[in-house]
């Protein structure tokens, strides 16, 4: 990773807005996606001892997915009839799937089944596999948006972590320990989540910063 890069852009991102992504320039950022609000809702409805109520789960991804403002308007409506497809065995299963996906030692499996689900309705997408996990736990998942993180991969000069576009274990891996390498690097004012953090990247990227 090049490290200075990553520096210049974050000196260039906090002379813009010198709080981070606190700054009162960065109130429309804030509101328009509101990571915090989920975040509440998904650690509330996804408990443990709710996957018991596969209904209740499915039902509380579908929230999720529909509400988050960083997953495509074309995806939501697909995801939406995938949902009201489901018999009453596949949504136990994609249930189960997310649980083996949010606890435990299992996760690999709960992101492969999940994948597997997804893909004969063409879902497989980084944005719909990723982004339950993320506001469960927004400071450990990532939420993996294409053009971002190829960007940020082909701009700081990441070695060994190539972007693949149907969803792996492996790439989704690679990315999340990129963010925590970043992080380690960067101010606290620009790491809240790392959702906040790959979008200080999708900034200085977009505004040709790196």
């Known amino acids: 990773m090049n490290k200075a890069k990553l520096l210049e852009a974050q000196a260039q991102f906090l002379s813009r807005y010198p709080e981070g992504f606190a700054d009162p320039g960065m109130a429309y950022i804030r509101k328009k996606h509101n990571v915090d609000k989920l975040a509440e809702f998904a650690a509330q409805s996804l408990v443990r001892e709710r996957f018991n109520r596969p209904e209740f789960i499915v039902d509380a991804v579908h929230k999720i997915v529909s509400r988050s403002s960083m997953v495509s308007r074309f995806e939501k409506p697909r995801f939406r009839d995938f949902v009201k497809s489901l018999n009453s065995h596949e949504r136990e299963a994609l249930a189960n799937?997310?649980?083996?996906r949010l606890y435990g030692r299992a996760k690999r499996r709960g992101f492969e089944e999940l994948v597997g689900m997804l893909a004969p309705h063409g879902l497989a997408k980084w944005s719909v596999v990723s982004v339950v996990p993320f506001y469960f736990a927004p400071n450990k998942e990532?939420?993996?948006?294409?053009?971002?993180?190829?960007?940020?991969?082909?701009?700081?000069?990441?070695?060994?972590?190539?972007y693949q576009p149907r969803?792996?274990?492996?790439f989704y891996r690679g990315y999340v320990k990129l963010l925590g390498e970043i992080r380690k690097e960067v101010s606290p004012l620009l790491a809240a989540n790392n959702a906040a953090l790959s979008g200080f990247l999708m900034a200085t990227l977009k505004g040709g910063l790196l």
């Open 97 to 100: 799937a997310m649980e083996l």
């Open 142 to 162: 990532a939420f993996v948006k294409p053009t971002t993180a190829k960007g940020i991969i082909e701009q700081l000069e990441v070695e060994g972590l190539t």
């Open 167 to 170: 969803p792996t274990w492996e």
